[in-house]
């Protein structure tokens, strides 16, 4: 019983409840307005068919007086007030208030209202009845002070608006019950899917992702709010997901040169050699492992930086040709050693709102892997387009070497992922996640293609620098 009354106290404090009552409220304040009008109009029209009924009641008279003088008027009077059960009240007074005639123990004190009409109590002027109704009545002052009182009592717009009162009564008790009742399963409703909301939140909490909130796919408001909680979760999950994986293929990753760094100072130490050379050689494959590791720590944070958006507030304006013509300066000595043809052809001046920086190691990544995966005497094609039949500008790659299979092109886009045909070369696998997340912070898309034979990758610029609509993964 406690219990329930403490669950109610607090449906009772809910929105839906608050609004139930609300509604009530104004529920019940516009029937009573409607009774009153009821009241109002129904009141007047007895009035009037009550004045009807008096005027005729003093035409009556009227004629008695005229025919019998005053002597006719006193019995008339006397023969009306003695039948019972009128509704009609009289009284005949002389000059100095002497009761001649009438049901009516004393001249009312009240005064005529504007339209000449004198309302009292029944009751207190009481004589023959004891009504505790009002009546409404006419005056008048025959010849010689004589003094006149004809009205009715006015029970039936008494007993209206009794019953009126007593509907509202009822109605005001039935609504309330209703309402109470209403407004609490309408809260309670509300509350069992808000707490089912809730019940999700506690176990995300309590560190299970998984949890859902239960749609009951009505598509209401709640049922959306849960849909949309339910879509911000499975992102947050994907998010929290692909973090682990970085941070398991970082740790991974990071520990084998780490641990062939250790392995080659500890073998160093145990041979106890006198030769500083030897030493010397050691160090220096040292210091070459740790600037190989360092790179990769620049490289993964380049990348989250990138991915955080936060250089987005630096990009300005660049000409797209400059970046383009810092990585080929860069890489043709590279191909050259290697017997490659690497041809650059710059067509167009596009300029694309950018990090220039980050543009020119997007392509120099793209150019290294073109180089580095493209056997001796291999063809590299480097070339800017600039925007053109509804596209954007672009800047494409082509080699002539072993290409990606087209499962592997969305694949070899995430982190330390590389492909077993090229274990033999060195390189860590986040060169291309570098390019991703230039790419995304740029708006533009990166285009993976078969140059068969060979790899075509493009990096295409959104037309008139809007964005692509690619969802985020
Ligand atoms: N032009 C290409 N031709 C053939 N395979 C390629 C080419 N570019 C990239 N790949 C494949 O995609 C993988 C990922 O490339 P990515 O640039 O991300 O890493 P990486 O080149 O191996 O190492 P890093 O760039 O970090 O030195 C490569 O290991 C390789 O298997
Ligand atoms: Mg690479």
Do not use: C
């Amino acid at each position: 019983m406690k219990a329930l009354v403490i669950s109610a106290l607090r449906l009772a404090r809910t929105t839906p409840f608050r609004l139930a009552v609300l509604y009530l409220a104004m529920f019940v304040l516009s029937v009573a307005l409607i009774l009153a009008v009821v009241y109002r109009t129904t009141a007047g029209f007895l009035e009037s068919e009550i004045g009807e009924t008096i005027a005729l009641e003093v035409a009556g008279l009227q004629d008695q007086y005229r025919g019998q003088g005053l002597r006719g008027l006193v019995d008339a009077v006397r023969d009306r007030s003695a039948t019972s059960h009128t509704n009609s009240v009289y009284l005949l007074t002389t000059p100095g208030g002497v009761i001649l005639a009438g049901n009516l123990s004393a001249w009312p004190t009240a005064v005529p209202d504007a339209s000449g009409w004198t309302h009292f109590k029944v009751a207190e002027y009481g004589g023959t009845s004891d009504r505790p109704s009002t009546a409404m009545a006419v005056t008048f002052t025959l010849p010689g002070k004589f003094r006149l009182l004809v009205g009715r009592d006015m029970s039936e717009i008494d007993q209206l608006r009794g019953r009126m009162i007593a509907s509202l009564r009822w109605i005001l008790a039935v609504t309330a019950l209703l309402g109470l009742g209403g407004g609490l399963l309408v809260a309670r409703g509300a509350m069992r899917r808000i707490e089912a909301i809730n019940r999700t939140t506690r176990q995300i909490m309590a560190g299970d992702l998984t949890g859902r909130v239960p749609r009951s796919g009505g598509g209401d408001e709640i049922d959306r709010l849960a849909g949309n909680l339910n879509a911000m979760l499975d992102q947050i999950e994907r998010l929290m997901t692909g973090m682990r994986q970085v941070t398991e293929s970082v740790a991974h990753d990071l520990r084998t040169p780490l641990t062939r760094l250790r392995s080659r100072i500890e073998l160093a130490l145990i041979h106890e050699t006198e030769d500083p050379e030897v030493y010397r050689a050691v160090l220096q494959e040292t210091i070459a492992e740790a600037d190989r590791l360092l790179a990769t720590f620049t490289a993964l944070l380049s990348i989250a930086e990138a991915e955080s958006g936060a250089k987005r507030t630096e990009l300005e304006p660049v000409k797209l040709a400059e970046p383009v013509r810092i990585a080929a300066d860069l890489y043709e000595p590279v191909a050259e050693d290697k017997g490659q043809t690497l041809v650059t052809d710059i067509r167009g001046e596009p300029v694309v709102r950018g990090n220039g920086q980050l543009l020119a190691q997007a392509v120099s990544n793209l150019l290294d892997n073109a180089i580095k995966y493209t056997p001796e005497g291999g063809r590299i094609a480097l070339v800017l387009e600039g925007a053109a039949h509804g596209r954007g500008p672009r800047v494409t790659i082509a080699d002539n070497g072993p290409g990606i299979p087209s499962d592997m092109r969305e694949k070899v886009l995430q982190r330390f992922v590389r492909l077993d045909t090229a274990r033999a070369s060195p390189g860590n696998g986040l060169g291309l996640s570098l390019v991703d997340a230039v790419a995304r912070l740029h708006g533009a898309r990166l285009v993976l293609e078969d140059n068969a034979p060979g790899l075509r990758i493009s990096l295409e610029f959104p037309a008139n620098g809007g964005t692509f609509a690619t969802p985020p993964h």
